[in-house]
Structure formats: structure tokens, C-alpha cells
């Protein structure tokens, strides 16, 4: 593993899946998101260097508590104490939960057709894309609010993707371009439609999009247990594994 990448990597997916509030304190991002994803409501290392969380969690279960959110730790396996840490909240009762793993390739123009006629593009997440992923996520209505908070605090160049069939929306994902890097994002398909190459040409729309931004490599990440996820990815050539993480919860809240 490529340790600069890692973080740049790291750095990215942050930025592409903003807070609604954070706080920097010491060596570490406190994200706040009013309870929506783990990662915007979590704690985050900000370099690898980082061999202890112990002297902060009393700080950061009250500003979570302040916030009337559980204490959630995120730890990258790129950190350099990731083991000690992980010791230190087995001793405070933090349970383990949501392995994720962080997957990159390289983006080659050439391998890219330009975006197919069912696809859509748009700058910011308007009425109808933020009404489709709501509808294909089942969110509930507070959670569809404060998803479109989150994606229009997206402050640098995004796509949002919609593939229309019949002239409804059945499939959905976006990208931020980062620096050279593209991360996806909210890659969602109709659960009736699935298997049917959905996902992979929005896919192929997206990599065009980051390629036309400047980009030259793409990332995302993705629960480790999520079979059909892995394996479209896979499929797409997302065969280097940069690193992995978990989140560590409190068993106070």
C-alpha cells in the first residue's frame, strides 16, 4: 500500500461525502450528520501517524452527547496504531461493526465509450434525482432531508447520474472529482432491474464524466459484505484494495 495514496484516497471520499457539521480537535475530524451514515457521524483520523485515541474519547462522547448522537469511531487500517486503538476502545466496550473496504484503479480514456443516450447528468442533485434515490433507498422523509443537506454541501466539482427507462429513473450514483480523483458515489439500481448490466453502464458514464473533469484515477468505498457491490466493482476493474476500516459504537449510547 501506497501510504501517500491511502490518505489522498482518504481525503477525497471526505470530501465527497461532506458533514453537515464537523470539529477539528487534536488529530482528529468529529463529522456530525443528524444521525445519517455512520460516516458523517463519526470520528475520523486525520494522518497515520495516530497511535492512541484514549486521552480524547471522554471529549468526544461529550460533544457527541451534546449533539444527542452515539460516540462512533472510524479506524482506517492505514493508521499506523490502528491495533492499539482498536485495544483501547475493546476496553471501553466500543462494539465493532460495518467493515468497509476502500477499492481504486486507474481511469483509461480510451476505455470509456461517451455516455449513453439513457443517462443524464447534472451538476447539483435536483427535485427529480433526490425524489428517485429516495424512492429506490426506501430513505424516510427525515432521512431524504438530510441527505439532500449532505449533497449540496458538496463544494467541489460533482455529476449526478440518472438512467431513465420509460422515462422513470431506475438507477442513480454521482461523483466528486477531487484533485486527479474520482469517487463514486450512492450507486443504486432498482432491486426489480438488477442483473441487467444497469449499474455497469452507469458506471461507464460516470468514469466518462471524471475523465472529461480531469480525472486519472477513480476510488470508492464499499461494505465488505456487500456481494453484489463487490462484484460489479470487480467486474469494472476495481482490483487493488487500498485499505479497510471499521466503526467502533459506544455501548453508552
Same mark, same amino acid.
Given at each position: 500500500?501506497?501510504p501517500?495514496?491511502?490518505?489522498?484516497?482518504?481525503?477525497?471520499?471526505?470530501?465527497?461525502?461532506?458533514?453537515?457539521?464537523?470539529?477539528?480537535?487534536?488529530?482528529?475530524?468529529?463529522?456530525?450528520?443528524?444521525?445519517?451514515?455512520?460516516?458523517?457521524?463519526?470520528?475520523?483520523?486525520?494522518?497515520?501517524?495516530?497511535?492512541?485515541?484514549?486521552?480524547?474519547?471522554?471529549?468526544?462522547?461529550?460533544?457527541?452527547?451534546?449533539?444527542?448522537?452515539?460516540?462512533?469511531?472510524?479506524?482506517?487500517?492505514?493508521?499506523?496504531?490502528?491495533?492499539?486503538?482498536?485495544?483501547?476502545?475493546?476496553?471501553?466496550?466500543? *462494539?465493532?461493526?460495518?467493515? +468497509?473496504?476502500?477499492?481504486?484503479?486507474?481511469? #483509461?480514456?480510451?476505455?470509456? !465509450?461517451?455516455? %449513453?443516450?439513457?443517462?443524464?447528468?447534472?451538476?447539483?442533485?435536483?427535485?427529480?434525482?433526490?425524489?428517485?434515490?429516495?424512492?429506490?433507498?426506501?430513505?424516510?422523509?427525515?432521512?431524504?432531508?438530510?441527505?439532500?443537506?449532505?449533497?449540496?454541501?458538496?463544494?467541489?466539482?460533482?455529476?449526478?447520474?440518472?438512467?431513465?427507462?420509460?422515462?422513470?429513473?431506475?438507477?442513480?450514483?454521482?461523483?466528486?472529482?477531487?484533485?486527479?480523483?474520482?469517487?463514486?458515489?450512492?450507486?443504486?439500481?432498482?432491486?426489480?432491474?438488477r442483473?441487467?448490466?444497469?449499474?455497469?453502464?452507469l458506471?461507464?458514464?460516470?468514469?466518462?464524466? *471524471?475523465i472529461?473533469?480531469? +480525472?486519472?484515477?477513480?476510488?470508492?468505498?464499499? #461494505?465488505?459484505?456487500?456481494? !453484489?457491490?463487490? %462484484?460489479?466493482y470487480?467486474?469494472?476493474?476495481?482490483?487493488?484494495?487500498?485499505?479497510?476500516?471499521?466503526?467502533r459504537?459506544?455501548?453508552?449510547?
Amino acid at each position: 500500500m501506497d501510504p501517500a495514496l491511502a490518505w489522498q484516497v482518504e481525503q477525497a471520499c471526505l470530501n465527497a461525502w461532506p458533514s453537515l457539521r464537523s470539529a477539528l480537535i487534536g488529530d482528529w475530524l468529529l463529522r456530525f450528520g443528524d444521525g445519517v451514515s455512520r460516516r458523517i457521524n463519526s470520528a475520523n483520523p486525520l494522518h497515520s501517524g495516530i497511535t492512541t485515541i484514549a486521552p480524547q474519547l471522554d471529549v468526544f462522547d461529550r460533544l457527541y452527547r451534546a449533539h444527542r448522537l452515539p460516540l462512533i469511531v472510524r479506524v482506517p487500517s492505514l493508521l499506523a496504531g490502528a491495533t492499539q486503538i482498536h485495544r483501547e476502545l475493546d476496553q471501553r466496550g466500543f *462494539g465493532c461493526e460495518g467493515e +468497509a473496504c476502500t477499492l481504486y484503479r486507474d481511469l #483509461v480514456p480510451e476505455s470509456f !465509450a461517451a455516455t %449513453a443516450p439513457e443517462v443524464t447528468i447534472t451538476s447539483r442533485a435536483d427535485a427529480e434525482w433526490l425524489a428517485a434515490i429516495a424512492r429506490l433507498q426506501a430513505q424516510s422523509p427525515s432521512h431524504a432531508s438530510v441527505y439532500a443537506r449532505v449533497v449540496d454541501a458538496i463544494a467541489l466539482p460533482a455529476g449526478f447520474l440518472a438512467l431513465h427507462r420509460d422515462g422513470v429513473i431506475v438507477a442513480t450514483a454521482y461523483g466528486v472529482v477531487s484533485g486527479d480523483l474520482l469517487v463514486v458515489e450512492s450507486v443504486v439500481v432498482d432491486a426489480a432491474l438488477r442483473g441487467q448490466g444497469l449499474g455497469r453502464r452507469l458506471m461507464q458514464a460516470l468514469f466518462a464524466w *471524471g475523465i472529461s473533469n480531469g +480525472a486519472k484515477d477513480v476510488c470508492l468505498q464499499v #461494505v465488505a459484505d456487500n456481494k !453484489a457491490g463487490r %462484484a460489479l466493482y470487480a467486474s469494472l476493474g476495481f482490483d487493488h484494495e487500498l485499505y479497510r476500516y471499521n466503526y467502533r459504537r459506544s455501548a453508552q449510547n
